[in-house]
């Protein structure tokens, strides 16, 4: 596909996945609209983005805040015109067991996870009907939004809710010749787990050491962001539905699906062999 001046939004822009696409899709041609709320990350990634002579508006916007959404919606038509691909990637997490999880952290994460997909989705799809000539939605999920994730229920909660908004979506959006695909990538060195919340520590090494030692096994299997963003491309030139990468978005998923039974059965020995080495900080 050429993407030679279409214009492309990605939310959660200055790291991770969505820095990567964004360098994916300015190296493929295409004009860029970013949003994070990380103004210097911002700053950065558009000094890079332009560097490859792309056109590059940004905004800090938080996706949990449907003013913001919407003010950034309205300024990228201002100055771009149109919108061609919206990914919507910002995401956070929030980790340990349902007893220790705090309300604030739940409307945390349910709001940048959950509400970021619906706020993008509220004012730009509008906007990609009436301008005509297609279009792709990308909504960033996760392995977390195919299979039951114990540790992780927030996270698992917002994901799941993500993948079954994209699959109701796309068969609404291919009325209008709209794409939507759900990414539902494992384990990826994104720099999520350094800003996550851990809500029950583990009692045989602290957060920090814990956010090391999972950056530095995912870094030597290769688990970096740049893969996803490939993906994100791939699938809306071939307009995928839903992509499953890495071997834990694709085993557990089968298996879920076939046999609730075997799965469940394996699920709680699992979560039981994890409480070993957890305690509730909060207590």
């Keep these: 596909m050429d993407f030679t001046d279409k214009v492309v939004v990605v939310t959660g822009a200055s790291s991770g996945i ?13 004009r860029l609209a970013l949003s994070d709320i990380n103004e210097e990350g911002l700053g950065e990634i558009r000094a ?15 996706v949990s805040i449907a003013e913001d959404v ?14 061609d691909v919206l990914c919507n990637n910002a995401g956070v997490a929030v980790g340990g067991d349902l007893e220790d999880i ?5 409307e945390w994460i349910v709001g940048v996870n959950l509400w ?9 799809y509008p906007h990609m009907i009436a301008q005509g000539g297609g279009g792709h939605i990308v909504n960033v999920a996760s392995a977390g939004g195919l299979i039951p994730l114990p540790g992780s229920i927030p996270y698992s909660t917002t994901k799941y809710g993500v993948v079954g908004f994209s699959e109701t979506l796309r068969a609404e959006a291919a009325l209008h010749g709209i794409g939507v695909t759900a990414m539902c990538p494992g384990f990826v060195l994104s720099g999520i ?5 851990q809500c029950t520590q583990r009692q045989d090494m602290t957060q ?3 956010v090391k030692e999972t950056e530095e096994r995912l870094g030597k299997r290769g688990r970096t962001p740049d893969r996803v963003a490939a993906a994100i491309i791939d699938a809306v030139e071939k307009n995928k539905g839903l992509v499953r990468m890495f071997p834990e978005a694709y085993a557990p998923d089968y298996l879920h699906r076939m046999n609730r039974r ?5 699920l709680v020995v699992a979560v039981k062999l994890g409480q070993k080495g957890m305690q509730n900080p909060r207590g």
């Design 18 to 30: 969505g820095r990567e696409t964004a360098l994916a899709f300015a190296r493929r041609g295409a």
């Design 48 to 62: 890079e983005t332009e560097s490859l002579s792309t056109q590059t508006y940004t905004q800090v916007a938080d």
């Design 70 to 83: 919407g003010g950034f919606c309205e300024n990228v038509y201002g100055e771009l015109g149109r919108v």
């Design 102 to 106: 705090a309300l604030y952290d739940w």
């Design 116 to 124: 970021g997909v619906i706020h993008g989705c509220h004012f730009f």
């Design 193 to 197: 787990y350094s800003s996550a919340r």
């Design 208 to 210: 920090d050491e814990a």
């Design 262 to 266: 075997i799965f469940d059965f394996l």
